[in-house]
């Protein structure tokens, strides 16, 4: 930061150079009120038409990024041409918003599309393949009882889950 060495109270912020056959040969450091005085204006910036500025920028940029897709992530932006040439998500919104693409994906993959999970060895041997959806769903139920704070219920679904974890047959609530 410099003052003006003109008036020497206010801080500079033109400077005026003297050129000799391309060498500066001495430099004024002046603020604007002076400069307005010396007869020095800053510089004018030239007025171009909007169109005028998007063609030269743009033959300035050599990667032009796509213009934005319909189907894209809201939350992270991921277009769907991205998410099918390296074949990640970019956030948890993208399983929402991609769930059409994602869903034979996984069946193709895993043969399946749910998740159930892993059991212990000895537990897997004593339930069959299509009871363990029903202890993800008692698990589910049992969450949403204590989080609506219906503590009875929640006591039950807990031991029923007990229960079927054990490999005894889930009671049926009908009865």
Do not use: W
């Amino acid at each position: 930061m410099q003052y003006c060495t003109a008036c020497q109270k206010a801080i500079a912020n033109i400077v005026i150079m003297d050129l000799n056959e391309g060498s500066v040969t001495g430099s004024q450091h002046v603020c604007a009120q002076c400069a307005e005085q010396l007869g020095v204006t800053p510089p004018k910036t030239p007025k171009f038409a909007p169109e005028m500025l998007e063609d030269l920028l743009q033959g300035m940029k050599p990667d032009q990024p796509e213009p934005k897709q319909s189907g894209c992530c809201p939350g992270c932006g991921l277009a769907p041409t991205d998410f099918h040439t390296n074949g990640r998500l970019g956030c948890p919104r993208c399983y929402d918003n991609f769930r059409n693409e994602l869903m034979p994906l996984l069946q193709r993959i895993h043969e399946s599309q749910v998740h159930t999970g892993r059991l212990p060895i000895a537990i897997s041997e004593t339930i069959p393949k299509d009871e363990s959806p029903d202890l993800t769903e008692v698990r589910q139920k049992l969450e949403d009882a204590v989080r609506g704070e219906r503590y009875e219920e929640a006591a039950q679904l807990r031991d029923d889950l007990r229960r079927a974890e054990r490999g005894e047959a889930l009671e049926d609530k009908d009865n």
